[in-house]
C-alpha cells in the first residue's frame, strides 16, 4: 500500500508535467503562425510607399543603367530587366503589372494616368495642371537571341522622363511626324511628275509599271515584260506608270536611268 501511494504520487507530477507541455504545444504553434503572418505585414507597413518619382524608379524592377552620354529620347534615368525562364519581357502580359503600379502612384500624387495599349509607354499628368507631367517611360525590347519567332534571350529597358526631358520627346517626336510627311508629300509629288513624263510623252527605253517602252504609236505603246507570252505587247498610254517603288524622288524613269 505504501508503495502504491509513493507510486501515485511520484506519477502525478509527471502527469502535470505532460498536461502542461501538451498546452506548451498548441500553444507554440498559435504564437509561430502570429509571427509569419504578422511579419510580412509589419515589413510591409515599414515599406513606405513612393512618394516622388525617383522613389518610384527605386522600387522598380530592373538594375540601375549607368548614364554614359544621353539616354535615347532624352530619359534621364533607365533600368535594365533581362530575361529569364520567368521574365516574359517579350510578354504583353508582363507589363500590366507595373503599369498599375505607376497608376496607383500617379493617382496618390495627384495625377492622371495616359499609356499606349501594349503598356510599354505611357505619362502621368497633372490633373490641376495637365501641361506638367509628374512622370513618364518608355520600354524597349532588345533581342540578343531567338529561336523562330520566340526570344530566347535579351533585355527590357525602361527609360524614364521628367517634366524636361519628357516635353523635349514630344517635341523631337512632333519633329519627326512633320519630317515624314514632308518627305511623303515630295514622294508623292515626284510620283505624280514622273506618271505624267510617262503618259503625256512616252519614250522607247522608258521602264514602266508594266515593262519597257520599245515603240510608240499613240494611244498605244508597244511593251516589253519577259512575263508575258508573247513578251511584246501593245497597250494603251493611260494604263503606263512609274515603275512602283517606295522612293519616287531618288529615281527617274528616263531611259537607262532607273
Not at 521574365?87 to 493617382?107: H, N, P, S
Not at 524597349?140 to 526631358?165: L, P
Request: hydrophobic share 35%.
Amino acid at each position: 500500500m505504501p508503495t502504491y501511494q509513493f507510486d501515485l504520487f511520484k506519477k502525478i507530477p509527471l502527469a502535470i508535467v505532460a498536461m502542461k507541455y501538451a498546452d506548451l504545444v498548441p500553444q507554440t504553434v498559435f504564437l509561430v503562425f502570429v509571427s509569419m503572418v504578422t511579419l510580412p505585414m509589419y515589413a510591409h507597413a515599414d515599406d513606405a510607399s513612393p512618394t516622388t518619382f525617383d522613389q518610384f524608379i527605386d522600387s522598380s524592377p530592373g538594375s540601375e543603367v549607368g548614364h554614359q552620354g544621353d539616354f535615347p529620347n532624352d530619359a534621364y534615368r533607365a533600368k535594365r530587366v533581362n530575361k529569364n525562364l520567368w521574365t516574359f519581357i517579350d510578354r504583353r502580359g508582363y507589363y500590366i503589372t507595373f503599369r498599375t503600379k505607376l497608376e496607383a502612384w500617379c493617382e496618390e500624387n495627384g495625377g492622371v494616368y495616359r499609356g499606349s495599349g501594349d503598356d510599354l509607354k505611357g505619362v502621368c499628368l497633372d490633373k490641376q495642371a495637365p501641361e506638367k507631367v509628374l512622370g513618364a517611360y518608355r520600354v524597349e525590347i532588345t533581342r540578343t537571341a531567338s529561336y523562330g519567332d520566340q526570344m530566347t534571350a535579351g533585355y527590357a529597358t525602361f527609360y524614364y522622363y521628367n517634366q524636361d526631358g519628357y516635353a523635349q520627346r514630344k517635341s523631337e517626336e512632333v519633329l519627326t511626324e512633320q519630317t515624314k510627311r514632308e518627305i511623303d508629300q515630295n514622294n508623292q509629288q515626284c510620283y505624280q511628275d514622273q506618271l505624267r513624263a510617262i503618259q503625256q510623252n512616252p519614250q522607247p527605253g522608258m521602264n514602266t509599271n508594266l515593262g519597257m517602252v520599245i515603240d510608240v504609236k499613240l494611244p498605244l505603246a508597244l511593251i516589253q515584260n519577259t512575263a508575258y507570252n508573247p513578251t511584246t505587247q501593245w497597250v494603251r498610254v493611260a494604263q503606263l506608270a512609274p515603275v512602283p517603288k517606295k522612293f519616287y524622288c531618288s529615281g527617274s524613269v528616263l531611259p537607262g536611268t532607273n
